[in-house]
């Protein structure tokens, strides 16, 4: 009996504690807002930074450590939020400049 009781309240305090992790990822889900699928980010980045992108080249730099940041559906599937597309996005642009000849944040030696 006492074996019983004592699998019943581990499996109870397992489902509460994997209820309350499930709360946790909805609350992240609702602050990181729609999520963006691999092929869905890469054209996201071409049509609002102009810069070119597929989801091939997100793939590869994934592997690398230097693409966007991102988060895993189902342990499998990449889903980029958009503030991240376009922190990434803002980090790949040079400074601005006037001339083709300026030569700004560049160590040619």
């Known amino acids: 009996m006492n074996f019983l009781f004592a699998a019943l309240c581990c ?7 994997g209820r309350q992790r499930q709360l946790e990822m909805t609350d992240d889900a609702q602050h990181v807002g729609r999520l963006l699928s691999r092929a ?3 054209k996201y980045i071409e049509s609002s930074w102009n810069i070119p992108c597929k989801a091939k080249t ?3 730099l994934a592997v690398l450590g230097r693409g966007p940041v991102y988060r895993l559906a189902h342990r499998r599937y990449p889903r980029y939020a958009l503030a991240d597309l376009d922190d990434w996005a803002r980090s790949r642009l040079g400074p601005k400049q006037r001339s083709t000849s300026e030569v700004i944040g560049h160590d040619f030696q």
């Open 11 to 17: 499996r109870s305090i397992l489902l509460t504690a």
């Open 40 to 42: 869905e980010a890469a």
């Open 58 to 60: 997100l793939a590869k």
